[in-house]
């Protein structure tokens, strides 16, 4: 697994700690299908037919000219889909209940992030194309199939997912005059909604520096991200191996070896 060469002792010491770092990887990468999972919320409860209201929509009165006015278009975009190129220090995560205090620098270059590792152990790059994460250590690069949870919420508005975004407000917060937005992410997929509201900075192009989780009860997590910077990043921090060793999957199918050729099973 890890590389240990010359003294024994000494090669010993280095695997025991090589181990326990490839250990804390493998661990941070299991949780992060259950951190995905943390996004999402019960259904929205739907109406029954019998019950919908009847009313017909008012009818909209012609202008002068005889034409009849369009309403406004409401912002469909994900606002995080806008910020392709950026630093920042992010404190706090979706595993987090409350104010996080957790701090980790992130990267976004194109559709790839970067997040260190917390304690210096290392960093994770994730792809939000294909939600692919690369772990990097010490030792070998390791790989999953799912996004690093440090990449919350910038993942979340998948292909085919609706966004709702309804402006609730404006504040002043750490010294940025910043638009406040409710944002929900449906997802017709799975039938879930990620409920969020974002403080967008003005003066950082509306790049949102606190994010808060909306969930039922007291469960709310608040990531906030200081230190912003837009613009390109240096491409050669999102450089990772194309083959690396596969993280363990959580409840993965077993299997059995079969017995060799020519030797009969042993019966029991």
């Given at each position: 697994?890890?590389?240990?060469?010359?003294?024994?002792?000494?090669?010993?010491?280095?695997?025991?700690?090589?181990n326990?770092?490839v250990r804390?990887?493998?661990?941070i990468?299991?949780i992060?299908?259950l951190a995905v999972?943390?996004?999402a919320?019960?259904p929205?409860?739907?109406?029954?037919a019998?019950?919908?209201?009847k009313?017909?929509a008012?009818?909209?009165e012609?202008?002068?000219a005889?034409?009849i006015?369009t309403p406004?278009?409401?912002?469909?975009q994900?606002?995080l889909?806008?910020f392709?190129?950026f630093?920042?220090l992010?404190v706090?995560s979706i595993?987090?209940m409350?104010?996080?205090?957790a701090e980790?620098?992130i990267?976004?270059?194109?559709k790839?992030?970067r997040?260190a590792?917390?304690?210096?152990y290392g960093?994770?790059i994730?792809d939000?194309?294909?939600l692919?994460?690369y772990?990097?250590?010490s030792g070998?690069?390791m790989h999953d199939?799912?996004?690093?949870f440090?990449?919350?919420?910038?993942?979340a508005?998948?292909p085919?997912s609706?966004?709702?975004?309804?402006?609730?407000?404006k504040e002043?917060?750490?010294?940025?005059?910043?638009?406040?937005?409710?944002?929900?992410?449906?997802?017709?997929?799975?039938g879930s909604?990620?409920?969020?509201?974002?403080?967008?900075?003005?003066d950082?192009?509306?790049?949102?520096?606190k994010?808060?989780f909306?969930?039922?009860?007291a469960?709310?997590?608040?990531?906030?991200y200081r230190?912003?910077?837009?613009g390109p990043q240096d491409?050669t921090?999102f450089?990772?191996?194309?083959?690396?060793q596969s993280?363990?999957?959580?409840g993965?199918p077993?299997?059995h070896?079969a017995?060799a050729?020519g030797?009969k099973?042993?019966?029991?």
């Open positions: 697994m890890w590389v240990a060469s010359s003294n024994v002792v000494s090669v010993n010491l280095v695997s025991v700690g090589e326990e770092m804390l990887i493998r661990v990468l299991l992060c299908s999972r943390m996004h919320q019960a929205a409860e739907q109406v029954p019998e019950q919908a209201p009313e017909q008012p009818k909209k012609a202008d002068s005889g034409n006015p406004p278009t409401a912002k469909t994900y606002p889909d806008s392709t190129d630093s920042a992010m706090g595993t987090e409350g104010e996080g205090t980790a620098h990267y976004r270059s194109g790839l992030m997040v590792a917390s304690e210096g960093y994770f994730t939000l194309s294909t692919e994460t772990a990097f250590s070998p690069c199939n799912h996004p690093y440090g990449v919350s919420p910038f993942a508005a998948r085919g609706t966004v709702d975004r309804v402006a609730v407000g002043t917060l750490d010294g940025h005059s910043s638009q406040i937005e409710d944002i929900t992410v449906s997802s017709p997929k799975t909604h990620l409920k969020m509201r974002f403080w967008e900075a003005e950082l192009q509306g790049f949102p520096i994010i808060e909306l969930r039922p009860g469960r709310s997590s608040i990531i906030r230190n912003v910077v837009l491409r921090l450089i990772h191996p194309k083959s690396c993280a363990p999957q959580r993965g077993k299997t070896k017995p050729a030797k099973p042993r019966e029991q």
